[in-house]
């Protein structure tokens, strides 16, 4: 077997009891509430998550959200539903379109894309893109806006950092009303929200700082992406999500993660970021993957690039003080403001 996938073998039965455990212990003991609520997606991550938060706190203490919108795969909110039904969760559709549409979400969006091209429309279909030649030394990097007319005909172009920053911009609301909408469940129930990221978006800032970013506790983000799926299987995920590529299920056309934000498959980069992880020369690494020496180092590179580039959302807010946390910030207080709370 390759040397790196033997690496990344867990035993999903004692992995699944010791998060269960954590999980468990996280919410009732530290966070104290009472249950967990989560958003579904009809992905293997945020699936597994919601399995492990059956076996921690039983189906009866976790609630299940799907948040469809205008650009959504309507494939996202079956297979959700499917799976919290199987669960024996109880689960609601918050549609998430008008919210986004009084925002100026879609409105802002296409304002910026017609600066590139000036005949799109509300019909038609767009996404964004990495450049094919990424990992090529020397690559201007940046991304490349597609769009699609209702014709079916595809054109695309590079993207000026303006374009791309609003663009961004108003996609990022789309995460952080879903999150919204999340608090408001766990407030009315007493419940902790839970976040969905596995190690390679954690670890590279694959998130929404106060969307998808934004949770009480984060029980997968330790876990490589083939990690989730042998965890899955243990946990009796269906085969219609395990086998289904991995989306961003944000833009108007479909997505997948690589082409948007990875610049190699996630299997070839759970690998590479083990490697990377464990201080293995690129030369090594590249008999792990079907990359040159060179394809690695540049993986390697990438991966520098992300950790350096999106430390900002993972910054906690600053204080005048330079600390953190509710025990620093009032000192002495905290103990009778805790408490109080109880």
Request: some cysteine.
């Amino acid at each position: 077997m390759n040397p790196g996938i033997a690496a990344l073998r867990i035993d999903p039965e004692t992995e699944v009891e010791r998060i269960a455990g954590t999980l468990r212990s996280q919410v009732a003991e530290t966070l104290h509430r009472r249950g967990i609520v989560i958003g579904m997606s009809g992905g293997v991550d945020s699936s597994v998550c919601a399995a492990l938060a059956v076996r921690a706190l039983g189906p009866e203490r976790v609630f299940g959200l799907f948040m469809p919108e205008r650009d959504s795969d309507p494939l996202s909110t079956e297979l959700a539903s499917q799976f919290a039904e199987q669960l024996g969760i109880e689960a609601v559709v918050e549609n998430i379109g008008p919210t986004l549409e009084a925002a100026g979400c879609y409105a802002r969006r296409n304002e910026a894309v017609r600066r590139i091209f000036p005949d799109f429309d509300h019909d038609w279909g767009c996404k964004l893109v990495l450049p094919e030649d990424r990992l090529r030394p020397g690559s201007l990097g940046g991304y490349h806006l597609v769009v699609q007319s209702p014709t079916g005909e595809a054109e695309r172009r590079r993207l000026p950092p303006t374009a791309y920053r609003q663009i961004v911009a108003a996609t990022n609301f789309k995460q952080r009303v879903r999150k919204m909408m999340e608090y408001y469940h766990a407030d009315r129930l007493h419940y902790a929200v839970l976040g969905t990221p596995n190690r390679l978006e954690h670890h590279q800032g694959f998130f929404v700082k106060g969307g998808d970013g934004l949770a009480d506790v984060k029980p997968i983000a330790h876990l490589y992406k083939g990690q989730v799926y042998q965890i899955g299987e243990y946990l009796g995920v269906p085969d219609s999500i395990l086998t289904r590529p991995p989306t961003t299920d944000t833009y108007s056309m479909p997505q997948g993660q690589e082409e948007f934000y990875f610049s190699v498959p996630l299997r070839e980069l759970d690998l590479i970021l083990h490697a990377r992880e464990t201080g293995l020369h690129a030369s090594d690494a590249s008999a792990w993957v079907d990359r040159t020496p060179e394809e690695v180092q540049e993986v390697y590179r990438d991966i520098d690039r992300k950790v350096r580039t999106t430390q900002y959302l993972h910054t906690p807010p600053l204080l005048v003080n330079g600390e953190s946390g509710i025990g620093r910030a009032f000192g002495d207080a905290a103990p009778a403001l805790h408490q109080a709370e109880s």
